[in-house]
């Protein structure tokens, strides 16, 4: 298959119905991007909103149904694949609830001109967040600390969700190997590309928490993430079962099984 100019941004979708309509429109106002949906079995009708929009913009939205909520990091994996399949030589993932404001993607696209992948990057100078408790701001800026520090990486937003990539760097992520679901998909795909010594290059946005719709954070997100920094450190990721750890058997079992079900960032 051919290559294409546009860019395509990739959505995962549970519960979003409010949001999708909207979301679509201001993504397709920002220039060459098309917009892929990847609902999972939506029970709001998400994915009738998702249908609803491809047969309105028939060649700039199209939407993958999974009949189950299987996590955000396979939702992206499934989105990945589809986008090289179609040529696409800038890809983007961002979050369904106004948290990522579209009109950045212009900047993101811009930064791939000299990097592999770009992040949208709260944590970094002009970057912020809105609306958030002080819990959830220790939480994410904690997050980050603690990802970064374990895993060496020189990215100050490790959980970020709102990303873009140059094809050569998604074909090069071998993406049937990622394992992490919840935000430790953010952390782990990050990780990857830095190991591979891509380009990463920082972007500054401003995040504002979701205007509708209920958050999908829960704790063990939380830990799924905690425990994914280390068996990525560790380079268990793909094996290391035969080693013997002195954990509690609830991490020991998160460590080498983990299952998270995680939809968005922290």
């Known amino acids: 298959m051919g290559t294409s100019t546009r860019g395509l941004v990739i959505v995962p979708t549970y519960n979003e119905r409010q949001n999708l309509e909207p979301l679509a429109e201001a993504v397709l106002r920002q220039g060459p991007f098309d917009l892929l949906v990847v609902d999972d079995g939506s029970p709001d009708g998400t994915g009738e909103v998702a249908d609803a929009l491809a047969q309105r913009f028939p060649s700039r939205v199209s939407v993958l149904h999974r009949g189950a909520k299987l996590g955000l990091g396979s939702a992206y994996v499934q989105g990945f694949k589809a986008a090289l399949e179609r040529g696409h030589e800038r890809v983007f993932q961002m979050d369904a609830d106004f948290s990522h404001d579209p009109r950045d993607l212009p900047r993101l696209r811009d930064a791939l001109e000299s990097a ?37 990486v020189p990215v100050h937003d490790l959980t970020s969700g709102f990303k873009g990539f140059r094809r050569q760097a998604l074909e090069a992520l071998e ?33 504002v928490d979701r205007r509708t719709g209920a958050s999908k954070m829960s704790p063990h997100i939380v830990l799924e993430a905690m425990i994914m920094v280390w068996r990525l450190r560790l380079g268990l990721i793909d094996g290391g079962e035969h080693l013997v750890w002195r954990l509690p058997g609830v991490l020991r079992s998160e460590l080498f099984h983990p299952g998270g079900r995680g939809d968005r960032a922290a």
């Open 116 to 152: 592999d992948l770009a992040i949208g990057s709260r944590y970094v100078d002009h970057g912020g967040a809105r609306h958030w408790p002080l819990w959830r701001r220790a939480l994410s800026r904690g997050g980050s600390l603690y990802a970064r520090t374990i895993l060496g």
């Open 175 to 207: 993406l049937d190997a990622i394992r992490s679901n919840g935000y430790s998909f953010q952390i782990e795909v990050t990780y990857r590309c830095y190991e591979q010594g891509r380009q990463i290059k920082e972007v500054p946005i401003l995040f």
